[in-house]
Structure formats: C-alpha cells, structure tokens
C-alpha cells in the first residue's frame, strides 16, 4: 500500500515562501515520477510542477515557472515544493501525487495520470 502524506502547508503573505513536503511509503521511492497540483475553490485541479523518479528532469506550470521549485531526496523518500514571491491566486489545496509508469515529463500534467494522492494541504496567501 503507497502512502503520501504531506506537510507545510499554511498561511503566508504576498511575497512570502513556504515549503511543502510529501513523503511517500510503499514501493521504492525512486521509481515513482512526483507531481504536485493544486485545487482553487470553484476550480477543477492543476498542475504545478513535477519531477522524474530519478530527479534528472522537471516541468513547471507556466504560472509558478520561476517561483516555484521541486525537488526530491529518494534516501528520504520525500517530495518537496518550494514556493517563493507567493501570490493570492496561489491560494488553494495543494496536494502531492504519484505516478509508476514510463511517462514522457509533459505527459505527466494530466491529473489522470496519477495512481496515489496525498490529503491535500491548505496554502493561503494573503495580500
């Protein structure tokens, strides 16, 4: 059974960072691709970022390129998403997925993709 469980979430200012990490048990770690998306109120589930199992290759959403950060360390088995000059409208429920197949990176925006989610972790920016 593969599990994620997020973390790091919270409130920030316009401006601010935050950290959000996923650490994920089950199978070995590394042979998982890590995306993160995000749900707004209202609004169907985006992408954000993702990250390859082997961490060589990584995509970004248009709306985060720049700001935003994904990483991972497979000794830990952990996830991050490092979110820097936050801004309202990156306000949302942010959760960590996983994905074990042979996908090609631009592939992996598609929420569909995904095989394990985490629970979701509140991000609120305010102005």
């Known amino acids: 059974q593969v599990q994620l469980v997020e973390s790091g979430g919270g409130l920030a200012q316009a401006g601010g960072s935050l950290r959000l990490s996923c650490v994920v048990s089950?199978?070995?770690?590394?042979?998982?691709?890590m995306g993160w998306f995000r749900q707004a109120p209202g609004k169907e589930r985006e992408f954000v970022a993702v990250?390859?199992?082997?961490?060589?290759?990584?995509y970004y959403a248009d709306s985060v390129k720049g700001r935003f950060t994904i990483s991972r360390d497979n000794v830990k088995n952990t996830v991050y998403l490092q979110m820097n000059s936050l801004k309202p409208e990156d306000t949302a429920v942010y959760y960590c997925?996983?994905?074990?197949?042979?996908?090609?990176?631009?592939?992996?925006?598609?929420?569909?993709?995904?095989?394990?989610w985490g629970q979701g972790n509140q991000v609120t920016v305010s102005s």
């Open positions: 089950g199978r070995t770690f590394s042979s998982y691709n």
């Open positions: 997925a996983a994905d074990g197949g042979l996908h090609t990176i631009v592939t992996l925006t598609n929420v569909n993709r995904y095989d394990y």
């Open positions: 990250i390859i199992g082997s961490g060589g290759s990584r």
